[in-house]
């Protein structure tokens, strides 16, 4: 069995596949257009994990000034 490796998003093929993923889970997740992926990585903000080089989840987040943290 592979292990899950977490690690940034931080190139268009990984960013791709978070997309995939989102729209597969659409109707749970709501529609996220790729740019909103593509900015969240920008920002150090979206995490992906993968097993086998493949992404199976992803989580984008956001550390506001006042120290609370948004999960989205």
């Given at each position: 069995?592979?292990?899950v490796v977490i690690e940034k998003a931080k190139d268009i093929t990984t960013i791709?596949?978070?997309k995939l993923v989102a729209d597969k889970?659409?109707?749970e997740l709501g529609f996220h257009s790729r740019q909103t992926f593509t900015d969240s990585s920008?920002?150090?903000e979206?995490?992906?994990a993968k097993?086998?080089?493949k992404v199976?989840?992803?989580v984008r987040f956001h550390?506001?000034?006042d120290h609370l943290t948004t999960l989205y």
């Open positions: 069995m592979s292990e791709s596949q978070v889970h659409r109707p920008a920002k150090n979206l995490l992906v097993i086998g080089g199976q989840g992803f550390h506001r000034r």
